[in-house]
């Protein structure tokens, strides 16, 4: 046998056991596909690849193949991830709202070709998820304009799922009314409470009165199933080709930067990871002279920023408020231990609500990495 015909047997026979390896690998992947769709998480992992590649590099000896051997193991999880969203096209996701509402398009660009399921209220939604009829929640958190809902960081709070993630959905008002009526026309506008706020100068500058109702996709249901032209609706142009509407005006909104930040929950946090650089937690303070500074102190002394700092009223005894922190920071490892162990000198009740690697922003035709 010539050099090259060993060559070839030493190949064929690795070429045997990556084959035997790569059935096993795949069907832990399965597993972690069957995870993800029971716990609501997402197909996309970030942390985890960055994870695995820095990882698995260790391994390579030599240096002249480490570039090629990230080519093979980012090719590898290519393959893994396409196998994982073929498995997970069944997963069900809850939103507040009917089809067009804005938390229906947030779902959309965070999960593909899942199943959409609607819910009439963010309390209906979130308990879908706890009940297991469906995988997980993207709900409304806070509005750049209209500032935090609160409803739903009650949920959050007293609930018992996680958050997974954060996305930041920019929000667009548009004027919407039945196909063939004119801007001038109009003399009512319907919409959801915050949206009017949202366009109030609007709404005031073209002297239309305001109706309210549970949100913008209702509206332009209500208005495209109406028989009155004089009532048109504040919405998304995504509501107005769900209902047939025409779009008279678009961007009514008063500030152009009006983004929304929709958070998923799911029933299972995200994998711990120090990659994992954003988390979200609750806490009560005891009713101590200076209990919340000393709170505060101690985030900031392991080396936390915190990003914001809210509270809500615990509602269980009057003039009692539980306090909702978003910061900066892996929790992984010694210094989120000591931290949290430091905590519970001036706090009553801690709860680590999610870490994930970073809050992405969403963009019409899907994520912004």
């Known amino acids: 046998m010539t050099k090259l015909d060993d060559a070839r047997n030493e190949i064929n026979g690795v070429d045997e056991k990556m084959a035997e390896l790569f059935e096993r690998r795949m069907k832990a992947v399965a597993d972690v596909a069957e995870y993800k769709i029971e716990n609501g998480l997402q197909v996309f992992d970030a942390s985890r690849e960055a994870f695995v590649i820095e990882k698995n590099l260790k391994y390579i000896k030599d240096n002249a193949l480490k570039s090629y051997y990230t080519d093979f193991i980012e090719n590898t999880m290519r393959i893994s991830k396409n196998y994982q969203r073929r498995l997970i096209n069944g997963r069900t996701v809850a939103y507040a709202g009917v089809p ?3 938390a229906h398009e947030a779902a959309m660009e965070i999960f593909e070709k899942a199943v959409y399921k609607p819910y009439p209220n963010f309390k209906k939604a979130y308990e879908a998820v706890e009940s297991g009829e469906c995988d997980c929640a993207v709900l409304p958190i806070e509005n750049s304009f209209a500032g935090d809902v609160a409803q739903v960081m009650d949920l959050a709070f007293f609930g018992d799922l996680h958050i997974t993630g954060i996305y930041d959905l920019e929000i667009t008002h548009n004027l919407l009314a039945k196909p063939g009526a004119k801007k001038e026309e109009i003399k009512t506008v319907v919409s959801h409470s915050q949206a009017l706020s949202q366009c109030e100068k609007y709404i005031e500058d073209n002297g239309f009165s305001a109706k309210e109702c549970e949100n913008t996709a209702v509206a332009a249901k209500l208005c495209a199933e109406g028989g009155d032209k004089s009532v ?25 930067s009006n983004t929304t930040r929709f958070a998923v929950f799911s029933k299972a946090p995200n994998a711990d990871s120090e990659l994992n650089k954003h988390f979200v937690m609750f806490f ?7 209990a919340l500074g000393e709170a505060i102190r101690t985030i900031g002394k392991y080396g936390y920023n915190l990003k914001a700092l809210k509270s809500r009223p615990t509602k269980e005894l009057i003039w009692d408020y539980y306090f909702y922190a978003e910061g900066t920071g892996s929790l992984i490892g010694g210094n989120g231990e000591q931290m949290l162990l430091e905590l519970k000198k001036v706090c009553n009740e801690i709860k680590v609500a999610g870490s994930f690697e970073k809050e992405v922003k969403l963009k019409e035709g899907g994520e912004e990495k």
Do not use: R
Not at 284 to 290: F, L, S, W
């Open 284 to 290: 009560t303070v005891k009713n101590e002279a200076g």
């Open 232 to 256: 048109g609706a504040i919405a998304s142009e995504a509501a107005a080709k769900i209902y047939g509407l025409d779009v008279l005006e678009t961007n009514i909104n008063q500030s152009s």
């Open 100 to 102: 067009g509402a804005f």
